[in-house]
């Protein structure tokens, strides 16, 4: 069968399938290295910057990172013929609603392999069902408390529609955890308090939230921490670490460490696996074993320390003994590499970098310095003109574009030639009083024309061609095959007039599926035709993703951050845009509106001028 003839499968569904055969491996007892092998298959398909099927067919497959030649073969015969073999013979093995129990907060793969051999539980329902029965308790080494925090479990599982939560909810939720729990105890109690894991790599969804802080009152933490009013439940309670779960169902654990621990277990929590098992063999090649806590010596009655001649390397001295790093930037340099930015953190080819000192200097919030997508009382924002202009100009902005929809949208009234004309007046009076008060802001008049169904856009080229900046973006019809979507959004980003490529996927990041429009092919045609694509900063989309953002760059596209704020309050919205461009290692340069206005409007117009 060949790849066309079979059901085409997205990144995400192939990733699965690795994940899958990871966890069937564990519940098996397999051989932890090639289930770790599987795992990082997993995560690195599903966050692939090009579509799996296009690198398939290049013959690329082993130039993905991680991928060797076993697991390129199994992506082969999964895309070739809709199977793989040994994901087909583990399933034969064990029940699918056996690796479902996994789930279960508390029910690992040793745990799910005893329920199902010994009492032949095979799905959640019926671990819930035994549990209620009180059958569990008969097995040695579980008890009345086991039944009670399996049930626990699978209420707690029952009330995540997911696993993962959206970054915009997990986010402010854990920073409200942080600043509740300042609050809560005398200032100083606390010297350094950080979120750690996938929150601090500002992944756009969260598993659960870690917290690491450093205190000499570690219980005085960790009392008040189970004591915070967001606290529903409290999984466990130690001197140093605790976890609790919020109304939401999301864990939320914490761990205290002493200061000389700090800079190891921030880089140990802070994740991801694969970037930690990278360092950790980088480590092991200089002698040392790398922990959460420190780097211990291999055991040899040798203590390494660096050269100051060959920066990575390591000289031999008497005696065995730990290293303590206060900070990540001394445990990183103590390697050889430079610090690595969190986001950075997946292995994708940060280590390799770090080793060389050629990390890119990443943009920061800081570097944006007006916005180009944003809506106001003209179509469904909720702020008026002069409103969002002076939320800009508090934040420092020089200029601010405002890029109401246009008519055919069809789910909210949006703009006409006739109310253009409305807020062109409106914008020359507002600008003319910045200059008289000499100011720089400046407001420009925009649209976010929806793109049609059938390519064209929801406003004529003679109106488009009055505007100052354009954003073109598809809102309806997200469901068209994969090649009637793309023909539509190439045809919008060849239009003369359009200057920047809405949030291209149309996902809803946790609601809606990205439309299955063909990226590769949409960015290289913004690459050659000079239209700028967005990443939409709201955290609902984050679209582009960091991955495709990377890749975007790779392509020679120029990006813009937007915040595609609809209110004066979503203009904050901006930090999720600028750590998802971070996760795919954008710099100040790679982005259109970290430049002043003129600089801004010139490059707008020479990317016109070239179509």
Known sequence: MSDSETARLSNR?????FAAIGDLMLILGENRFKIIAYQNAARTIEELNRDIHTIHAAGELRSIPGIG?????KIDDLLTTGHIPLYD??????????????????????TAKRLWEELDITSVEGLKAAAQAERIRGLKGFGAKSEEKILKGIELLARRADDRTPIGTARPLAEGIIADLLAALPAGTIQKIELAGSLRRWRETIGDVDILAVSEQPVAVMEAFRSLPQVVDILGAGDRKSSVTLPNGMQVDIRVVEARHWGAALAYFTGSQ???????????K????????????DGKET????SPDSPGTHEAKNSVSDRYFETEEELYAFLGLEWVAPEMRENSGEIQAARQHSLPRLIEVGDIVGELHSHTVFSDGKGTIAEMAAAAQAKGYGYWNVSDHSIGLGVTQGVDAAKLAEQRAEIDRLNAGYAAAGDDFRLL???????LADGTLGLPDEVLATLDVVVASIHIGLRQDRETITERCLKAVRNPHVDILGHPTGRLIGRREPSDIDLERVLQACAETGTIVEIN????RLDLSGAYARRAVELGCTLVINCDAHSTEQIDLLPYGIHTARRGWVTAADVLNTRPLAEMLGMLKDAKSDR
Do not use: C
């Open 286 to 297: 200089q002698g040392w074993s790398l922990n959460e806590y420190s780097l211990t010596s």
């Open 445 to 451: 008049l925009g649209t976010e024309a929806e793109v």
């Open 303 to 306: 203590e390494f320390f660096k």
């Open 13 to 17: 569904q192939v990733a699965e399938v």
């Open 69 to 73: 030649q076993a697991i390129a073969e």
């Open 274 to 284: 694969a970037h930690n098992v990278a360092v950790r063999e980088l480590a092991q």
């Open 89 to 110: 013979k583990l399933t034969e093995q064990v029940p699918a609603g056996v690796v479902e129990m996994m789930r279960v907060p508390d029910v690992g793969p040793k």
């Open 537 to 540: 900063a709201n955290p609902a």
